[in-house]
């Protein structure tokens, strides 16, 4: 069928109308005539598959990376002012959508579009070896020579192990490969998952440990993970080398193990730690799912007191290392438990709560826990904004008021956005 592409949405896909029924059909933009089939019909909706574009948008470029398309990665082959100018759109469509009012005017900040991962996680196929992402749609493997939203370093790696990783025997039992690497690009963390038992995994990991060392002469550490189901990171089955690397940012230097998350845009990590603390100082501040403290090592040079909390194990340790020699205090715990707890005593308000939870959002329990609490302030980032829009209508019920909103673009040539957004009560 012919259709006519209206907006973008959340996801990555065009919305158009067939009858009344919204039609989303991925790698379209706003304005392009295309032909599509449809290839689900849900009922109240449809996707469906593109299949040529009639008339496009004067946004369309060739994408530079030979995989657009197939691979599940990207989504917009857009020249960079149109691709923000659409996560804007979507952005503020949300916050509408929510009923939200006296939205402040949301300002962009942006990095390079290309080069700034310092993270990718790649499949490993055996036959004939190689590592990749997964087609589009697809559980199935897509061999990948480069990556070019991926760091340099991390590009040359991705070369050197599809050329060496055959005779390096990482086939025989791994499944992933994750490769990290530090801001200077001179040092490499790689994480391997398997699916094998670990008493037949763990000695096959050490002779390809120092196989991997030898041709990723960058490689500080390597850490071997048990894949598990439905979970990014699993049990740590065992490393070679030290189990961490220095990440320096923001005028500070982080610890980031095996295991921890760490932001993946190179080029705004400060910006984006400037933008949650910058000018902020007062007696007490929280920093809930603080990671590795990101935000819990600037807001303790300006705090009199900072309560950092984080449930991940590895990211605690890194957190407790990271605040080593403060008087600051790290929680080990689930934020939702710590705010019910700390909603029940009697303490003085935080002049300053910093949330930046996952993608499913704060949720009724942690926005209802907030309200209890009342700090005069909270920044809140957030990488959805369905989810990020139903908090703030919550928040805002409660007294806060929106003052500031950023999008940074964390995540050029993909649909995924980051914002922040700084409230205070009324």
Same mark, same amino acid.
């Given at each position: 069928?012919?259709?006519?592409?209206?907006?973008?949405?959340?996801?990555?896909?065009?919305?158009?109308?067939?009858?009344?029924?919204?039609?989303?059909?991925?790698?379209?933009?706003?304005?392009?005539?295309?032909?599509?089939?449809?290839?689900?019909?849900?009922?109240?909706?449809?996707?469906?598959?593109?299949?040529?574009?009639?008339?496009?948008?004067?946004?369309?470029?060739?994408?530079?990376?030979?995989?657009?398309?197939?691979?599940?990665?990207?989504?917009?082959?857009?020249?960079?002012?149109?691709?923000?100018?659409?996560?804007?759109?979507?952005?503020?469509?949300?916050?509408?959508?929510?009923?939200?009012?006296?939205?402040?005017?949301?300002?962009?900040?942006?990095?390079?579009?290309?080069?700034?991962?310092?993270?990718?996680?790649?499949?490993?196929?055996?036959?004939?070896?190689?590592?990749?992402?997964?087609?589009?749609?697809?559980?199935?493997?897509?061999?990948?020579?480069?990556?070019?939203?991926?760091?340099?370093?991390?590009?040359?790696?991705?070369?050197?192990?599809?050329?060496?990783?055959?005779?390096?025997?990482?086939?025989?039992?791994?499944?992933?490969?994750?490769?990290?690497?530090?801001?200077?690009?001179? !040092? =490499? %963390?790689?994480?391997?998952?398997? +699916?094998?038992?670990?008493?037949? @995994?763990?000695?096959?990991?050490? /002779? *390809? #440990?120092?196989?991997?060392?030898?041709?990723?002469?960058?490689?500080?550490?390597?850490?071997?993970?048990?894949?598990?189901?439905?979970?990014?990171?699993? !049990? =740590? %089955?065992?490393?070679?080398?030290? +189990?961490?690397?220095?990440?320096? @940012?923001?005028?500070?230097?982080? /610890? *980031? #193990?095996?295991?921890?998350?760490?932001?993946?845009?190179?080029?705004?990590?400060?910006?984006?730690?400037?933008?949650?603390?910058?000018?902020?100082?007062?007696?007490?501040?929280?920093?809930?799912?603080?990671?590795?403290?990101?935000?819990?090592?600037?807001?303790?040079?300006?705090?009199? #007191?900072?309560?950092?909390?984080?449930?991940?194990?590895?990211?605690?340790?890194?957190?407790?290392?990271?605040?080593?020699?403060?008087?600051?205090?790290?929680?080990?715990?689930?934020?939702?438990?710590?705010?019910?707890?700390?909603?029940?005593?009697?303490?003085?308000?935080?002049?300053?709560?910093?949330?930046?939870?996952?993608?499913?959002?704060?949720?009724?329990?942690?926005?209802?826990?907030?309200?209890?609490?009342?700090?005069?302030?909270?920044?809140?980032?957030?990488?959805?904004?369905?989810?990020?829009?139903?908090?703030?209508?919550?928040?805002?019920?409660?007294?806060?008021?929106?003052?500031?909103?950023?999008?940074?673009?964390?995540?050029?040539?993909?649909?995924?956005?980051?914002?922040?957004?700084?409230?205070?009560?009324?």
């Amino acid at each position: 069928m012919k259709l006519h592409i209206e907006k973008p949405i959340f996801g990555g896909s065009g919305l158009a109308r067939s009858e009344g029924k919204a039609v989303f059909v991925p790698l379209t933009l706003p304005g392009e005539e295309v032909e599509a089939a449809i290839i689900q019909d849900k009922g109240g909706f449809a996707r469906a598959e593109l299949q040529s574009v009639l008339e496009p948008s004067p946004a369309r470029v060739q994408p530079p990376c030979p995989y657009f398309g197939r691979c599940g990665g990207c989504h917009y082959h857009a020249a960079y002012p149109a691709q923000l100018e659409m996560k804007l759109a979507i952005l503020r469509e949300s916050l509408e959508r929510a009923h939200l009012r006296e939205i402040p005017e949301i300002r962009a900040i942006t990095g390079e579009p290309f080069g700034y991962r310092n993270r990718v996680r790649l499949h490993v196929r055996n036959t004939p070896f190689s590592l990749g992402y997964k087609f589009r749609n697809s559980h199935e493997n897509l061999a990948v020579d480069f990556c070019p939203i991926a760091a340099p370093i991390l590009q040359r790696a991705i070369q050197t192990l599809n050329l060496q990783g055959a005779d390096a025997q990482i086939a025989a039992f791994v499944t992933e490969v994750e490769l990290f690497c530090d801001s200077t690009e001179s !040092r =490499l %963390l790689v994480s391997l998952w398997t +699916d094998r038992p670990a008493s037949s @995994a763990v000695p096959l990991f050490e /002779k *390809v #440990s120092q196989s991997l060392r030898q041709i990723l002469p960058e490689v500080q550490n390597i850490g071997l993970f048990a894949a598990e189901r439905g979970r990014n990171s699993g !049990r =740590l %089955l065992a490393r070679m080398g030290s +189990d961490s690397l220095l990440y320096a @940012a923001a005028n500070s230097s982080y /610890k *980031v #193990s095996l295991g921890s998350f760490f932001q993946v845009n190179r080029f705004l990590v400060d910006a984006l730690v400037d933008l949650v603390t910058g000018g902020e100082a007062g007696a007490i501040a929280w920093d809930l799912y603080a990671g590795v403290g990101l935000f819990s090592v600037p807001l303790a040079q300006s705090f009199s #007191s900072v309560t950092a909390v984080e449930s991940s194990p590895s990211a605690v340790r890194d957190l407790r290392e990271n605040l080593r020699g403060t008087q600051h205090r790290v929680v080990a715990a689930d934020t939702a438990a710590f705010l019910r707890q700390a909603a029940k005593q009697r303490h003085s308000a935080p002049d300053l709560v910093v949330v930046d939870p996952p993608r499913a959002g704060l949720g009724g329990d942690v926005t209802a826990a907030l309200e209890k609490v009342r700090p005069r302030k909270i920044t809140y980032v957030s990488c959805d904004p369905a989810t990020l829009s139903r908090d703030l209508a919550a928040l805002v019920q409660s007294g806060y008021r929106l003052n500031q909103m950023h999008l940074l673009d964390l995540f050029p040539q993909t649909f995924h956005l980051e914002s922040v957004t700084h409230l205070s009560l009324d």
